[in-house]
């Protein structure tokens, strides 16, 4: 049994926030109320006075890279991060070596989690078999195993026609199509966005268009099949732009961005910073405001990580040979908190809807709000605490964090999964 | 100053020490001798990854001119070949104890990653698109000699400003020092927020017209494969310094090119026989600039006695 007084309950912007102590019986919330009685015989009792307590978040975008990149991150090391940042559920991307394409990867990936990983781990396929973009991958199959998406991340599914067919094929199943959205024709050869910093630093860039163009081209595909499309990593005011548009003409389109296209611009790469090489690249101060205004209007559902770790040797190397992509999982929360709640007034019941409600929504998995009866899944945070990114504090196998050095508020101190305390007061316990 | 990996983060200050050093260095270039012992002991290294004949030699004279140690490396034959990262090729440098690096790759930033990556002198010799301080710093060299100033005149650049680090140096050099800067190219061949450094002119004519300096690029002409340019002759035509646009220029205008120069497709012979071109003379400026650079960087304080 574990007691947890004092706390302030956030599980939604629409709920009011509610100061009650938990008893956690087994896996389950038994009791929510004031004053539950303490028994220090058989109650692990955690005092949460002054904290916040909330439902644990859902990754619907994150790397993993087991199979074949182990020496990045694997299923344990990536479960173990996302769990440190507060993450009980998580979807992994399929661009792994060999790749998720066929129902034995979706059934390695789940085999393999079921072993090692403390936390709920969902693997998303493959629309193309070997990510090729050419001939569909075996999309029932997939989903009859357990993938819960469908996506090629890491590139774009260049033909319209397979695309489209893919968007069509998906309805049979009610599995949303995640399109990584990168004209590679516009995008060949860059390595940051296209403006100031790139004829600053002599970089190459990459347009905007190149996302926005198949943005468009996807929404239109979508609005033609009805089929659910999820734009992932949603980066410019132009995409956001056509979103909205795509929702106010009723297609079935969702969206999501990353906790760094929220907070950070392209600036971050002036001194070669290979740490803030990410695709789609950091875009402009226009483009964060943008996007946090799509994410107030609810023109973007929700936030993943993109969590992409690489080894540091991948990173310190020439920048046109470095690896793009950040680790994300442990800093999401607190940027999400620094830089929506404390610096543009979100109240902190959105915060939990864009990283519990609605990427559940999307893959189709109900909210497990802090109710009595419910599985006991949820964080206790620090909303006041002050820390500092640094290597030493990372969990993940992999260090290339783009936050790296910065000082962010809110810390998730406790994270609880199915009745058991998996973190404490900062420390993992598994 | 340990490194010179930019302009644009260098002082107008450090500028004005180097090319008064530079001309200092320049009256030991025209002694019978040309030998100086400022670099003796000195173990100065170039490391081209692109070909390159007049800024390797340049470099590789001064530093023989001032007494050092000199090894080049031919990436071509080196253990890049092997497949040695350049991290590995860097401490390879410091374990054979390297005092300055001079180096040229096609990635911008190389020089900056190296010289967070090393314990020697860092020389950016050409990095990508990004910076090519020593050419801007013989440019500036070449328009202080003749003009007598680097002060308050009218610059233009032609050609290809996006991919061209000559131009960005130059930006970045002349800038500091209240000069007016007008560029011009093809559309696309003119990079996004350039107008916050320069002025962008419409037209050839416009660009030329009444300007104490004209820069012209050099133009690779892979670019036509990439659909930045359609063909020589008709980049000859509407972007060439050609007789028909010398009516726009006059005789006290330098003509500055970096070199190597495509003949009749960025500017025409006839151009560059011109009294004021200063073509040659900017070859032979480059060594003293870089004599300046070598002796600066080897120095802890950084200032010539």
């Known amino acids: ?430 | 100053m340990k490194h010179l990996l930019g302009l644009r983060e260098l002082s107008k200050e450090d500028i004005i020490k180097i090319l008064n050093l530079a001309k200092d260095m320049k009256t030991i270039l025209k002694s019978e001798t040309k030998k100086t012992p400022h670099l003796q002991g000195y173990s100065v290294v170039t490391l081209f990854y692109e070909n390159s004949t007049r800024t390797r030699t340049s470099f590789e004279l001064a530093a023989k001119f001032m007494s050092a140690n000199t090894t080049s490396i031919s990436v071509q034959t080196s253990s890049v070949q092997k497949g040695e990262s350049l991290l590995d090729t860097v401490k390879t440098l410091e374990a054979l104890k390297t005092d300055v690096l001079i180096v040229r790759h096609s990635v911008s930033g190389v020089p900056h990653f190296i010289a967070k990556n090393c314990s020697f002198s860092v020389i950016n010799a050409g990095d990508g698109m990004n910076e090519h301080p020593t050419q801007a710093l013989l440019d500036m060299f070449t328009i202080r000699e003749r003009l007598g100033t680097i002060e308050r005149l009218k610059i233009a650049i032609i050609g290809d400003i996006l991919h061209s680090r000559v131009a960005r140096s130059n930006i970045w050099g002349l800038s500091k020092f209240d000069n007016q800067i007008t560029v011009f190219g093809p559309q696309t061949l003119i990079p996004p927020y350039i107008e916050n450094f320069a002025y962008v002119a419409s037209s050839l004519e416009e660009a030329v017209s009444g300007k104490d300096v004209v820069i012209d690029l050099r133009i690779q002409l892979e670019r036509q494969k990439r659909g930045f340019i359609t063909s020589k002759q008709e980049y000859y035509k509407f972007y060439g310094l050609n007789e028909d646009i010398m009516r726009y220029i006059s005789g006290s205008t330098l003509i500055m090119h970096p070199g190597p120069v495509n003949r009749g497709v960025e500017i025409s012979s006839e151009v560059m026989q011109l009294p004021n071109s200063t073509i040659d003379e900017q070859v032979t400026n480059g060594i003293a600039v870089r004599m300046a650079v070598l002796y600066l960087c080897t120095r802890k304080e950084g200032i010539y006695r």
Request: hydrophobic residues 40%; contains cysteine.
């Open chain 1, 1 to 430: 049994m574990i007691l947890i007084k004092n706390a302030q309950i956030v599980n939604s912007i629409h709920d009011k926030n509610e100061k009650a102590d938990i008893l956690i019986v087994d896996d389950k919330i038994e009791k929510i109320g004031i004053n539950i009685e303490e028994n220090p015989d058989n109650m692990i009792i955690i005092d949460a006075s002054g904290k916040y307590v909330m439902p644990s978040f859902t990754d619907i975008h994150c790397h993993l890279r087991e199979p074949g990149f182990e020496y990045k991150e694997d299923i344990k090391s990536g479960s173990r991060a996302a769990l440190a940042g507060g993450f009980t559920t998580i979807c992994c991307m399929p661009n792994t070596n060999p790749p998720i394409d066929n129902r034995a990867m979706i059934a390695y990936i789940k085999y393999r989690a079921k072993e090692v990983s403390p936390i709920e781990v969902l693997p998303v396929g493959a629309i193309t078999k070997g990510l090729s973009g050419e001939e569909l991958a075996e999309i029932g199959f997939m989903k009859e195993e357990g993938a819960i998406a469908i996506s090629d991340d890491g590139k774009c599914v260049m033909n319209a026609n397979i695309m489209r067919n893919a968007l069509l094929y998906s309805k049979d199943f009610s599995i949303p199509v995640i399109s990584h959205c990168e004209d590679s024709n516009l995008s060949e050869g860059g390595q940051i966005n296209l403006g100031y910093v790139s004829t600053i630093t002599g970089l190459r860039g990459i347009p905007r268009e190149a996302e926005s163009i198949i943005v468009a081209r996807d929404i239109l595909l979508a609005k033609e099949t009805k089929a659910h499309l999820h734009i992932t990593h949603v980066s410019t005011k132009e995409s956001v732009r056509l979103i909205k548009i795509a929702k106010e003409w009723g297609v079935n389109v969702t969206a999501d961005t990353c906790p760094h296209y929220i907070s950070l611009t392209e600036e971050e790469v002036l001194g070669f910073n290979t740490n803030a090489k990410v695709n789609p690249p950091l875009r402009t101060q226009e483009d964060v405001e943008a996007l946090i205004e799509g994410l107030k209007e609810g023109v973007i559902d929700c936030i993943s990580t993109d969590h992409a770790p690489h080894h540091k040797d991948e990173k310190n190397v020439e920048f046109n040979l470095a690896a793009s992509g950040t680790i994300g999982f442990e800093t999401a929360f607190s940027v999400l908190f620094t830089y929506l709640v404390e610096k543009n007034g979100f109240d902190i019941g959105k915060i939990v809807e864009l990283l519990h409600h609605n990427p559940r929504k999307i893959i189709g998995l109900s909210p497990n709000v802090i109710k009595e009866g419910k599985k006991a899944n949820l964080v206790i945070v620090d909303l006041k605490k002050k820390w500092e990114v640094k290597e030493d504090n990372i969990v993940s196998k992999s260090k290339n964090s783009v936050f790296l050095g910065k000082l962010l508020t809110s810390y998730v101190e406790t994270v609880i999964y199915n009745g058991k305390i998996l973190k404490k007061d900062g420390v993992l316990n598994c």
